[in-house]
């Protein structure tokens, strides 16, 4: 279903390249906090991060995370990265994603969300009309809820990466 299909799957948000996101017109990307940038309720980015979030801001790729979490848990986390937020996000309504468009100040089509799930972030990005990129998680999570989740989206999963370079 394309509905539940993300236009770009990758290994990880690091794979992410200012030059790739130059040729496809990508000047703004909608991040998710856990599980992309993070491990699950982490308040410490996940290895190579911080490194990649200052390359993006380098290259004046405009940074804004959307969480489904509450302010009190994005942001500390946005302030270490130095990133806008929208919580509550409601993914995957697209409520959030069209807050996060009006506020980077682009174009949907120069902007790209990129999440770890299929039925919060690709759902909801393709739901407000914005490309988006399925990077596989940096932890599976280990609660029966989540377990539930992942089993169920797992026959979406895309069955190859891109080449995003």
């Known amino acids: 279903m394309a509905i539940f299909k ?47 979030i200052e390359d993006m801001k380098k290259h004046n790729i405009k ?5 489904n979490n509450n302010a009190e848990r994005v942001a500390p986390f946005a302030e270490t990265l130095g ?12 409520m959030g994603f069209l807050r996060a468009v009006k506020e980077l100040g682009y174009s949907k089509k120069n902007i ?27 932890e599976f999570e280990t609660s029966v809820p989540f377990k539930i989740k992942r089993a169920i989206e797992k ?3 895309p069955k190859r990466f891109n080449r995003f370079d």
């Not at 990133?83 to 697209?94: E, T, Y």
């Not at 739901?127 to 990129?133: D, E, F, K, Y």
């Open 6 to 52: 993300p236009t770009y799957a990758l290994r990880s948000i690091t794979e992410i390249t200012p030059a790739a996101l130059e040729k496809r017109h990508i000047k703004a990307l909608i991040l998710d906090v856990d599980n992309t940038l993070t491990t699950h309720n982490n308040p410490v980015p996940a290895e190579g991060i911080s490194e990649w």
């Open 83 to 94: 990133l806008h937020f929208v919580p509550n996000g409601a993914k995957p309504l697209p």
């Open 112 to 138: 790209c969300a990129v999440g770890d799930q299929i039925f919060t972030d690709i759902l909801g990005a393709n739901l407000a009309g914005v490309r988006s990129i399925f990077v596989y998680p940096i």
């Open 155 to 157: 026959p979406l999963l």
């Open 63 to 67: 940074l804004l995370i959307v969480s």
